[in-house]
């Protein structure tokens, strides 16, 4: 049986192992007499705005958070040219955070956010997430900055929903992820695609990758389905997403984990006809941060 997950998707431990698998790999990045993927550390100031979660103390202007009484605090705002904006958008729907046996579908996408996101630091790169829901009805976001503490703040963002800015729907997907972003960017979709529309939802991503980098990251769900025979031959199912209730056979509920590698099979056959790289990530933890960095760092050194 499916239940809600109460424990941290990702704990310190594993954090420190994926930065520990991310230097070991980055060496040959930044030794040898090949050029360096580095190009500097200068910062061009962009402007003021309001004092939001993550901000680093030293960026506060004082003088000018004066004028309003220091309510809100205003930081300056500062842009790094030479570095790759990553911004993940991450599924974070009510059906990948049920788990079986304490193993849930988030938790890979949240290790794919990490890996992701501590590599982008090692390249000195902004990185910031965006959080969806089911159908996206309902986005949210954290602006992409520069550092491990913005890194681990995207974290718990996604896992509490507790990110910065409501996105607003305008129109199509693509226009609403493109207009929230500043810049074009690198942009790993993070999910395990159990949507009903799921051609629509291609088909707008293949627009937006006509000006972004959009690339898919499969997470596989089908360990999620794949539940112990019922005693009975029938049994009664709820849906976390649409909170509707119905009998299903237990011949059926056996089928649902095959039903699903279908279904996931058939996106990944999709993607690639819009012209949409997939990543697919399975059950092994290990195995996924290998792929997922080496993906990532390719993908990166290309818009480099």
């Not at 030794?31 to 910062?43: K, N, W």
């Not at 769900?221 to 049994?235: C, H, I, K, N």
């Not at 949409?276 to 993908?299: C, I, K, M, S, T």
């Amino acid at each position: 049986m499916k239940v809600l997950v109460r424990k941290p998707l990702i704990d310190v431990a594993e954090i420190a192992e994926i930065e520990l698998l991310i230097l070991r790999r980055m060496r040959e990045h930044t030794m040898g007499e090949h050029a360096s993927v580095f190009r500097g550390s200068g910062f061009d100031f962009v402007g003021l705005r309001d004092w939001e979660p993550g901000d680093r103390p030293s960026n506060i202007d004082w003088p000018q958070s004066t004028f309003n009484n220091f309510t809100p605090l205003v930081v300056r705002e500062f842009e790094q040219h030479s570095t790759a904006t990553i911004m993940v958008v991450a599924d974070r729907s009510a059906s990948t955070f049920c788990s079986v046996n304490g193993v849930s579908i988030a938790s890979g996408v949240a290790r794919a956010i990490a890996t992701i996101g501590l590599s982008a630091v090692f390249f000195q790169d902004m990185f910031g997430v965006m959080t969806f829901d089911r159908g996206f009805d309902s986005i949210s976001a954290v602006r992409p900055r520069i550092g491990r503490n913005h890194v681990i703040y995207c974290m718990d963002a996604y896992q509490h929903a507790t990110a910065d800015v409501e996105v607003r729907r305008h129109g199509d997907l693509s226009l609403t992820i493109g207009g929230h972003l500043r810049n074009p960017c690198l942009i790993p979709i993070v999910s395990d695609f159990l949507d009903d529309d799921v051609e629509h939802t291609l088909r707008e991503l293949a627009m937006l990758n006509t000006r972004h980098d959009v690339f898919l990251v499969l997470v596989d769900s089908a360990f999620a389905f794949d539940l112990p025979d019922a005693p009975a031959g029938w049994v009664e199912a709820y849906d976390v997403e649409t909170h509707q209730a119905g009998i299903v056979s237990a011949a059926e509920v056996r089928q649902l984990g095959a039903r699903v590698t279908a279904w996931q099979d058939e996106v990944a056959r999709l993607a690639k006809d819009h012209d949409l790289d997939v990543l697919r990530l399975g059950a092994q933890p290990d195995q996924n941060v290998h792929a997922l960095l080496e993906f990532v760092v390719e993908r990166r050194l290309r818009r480099v």
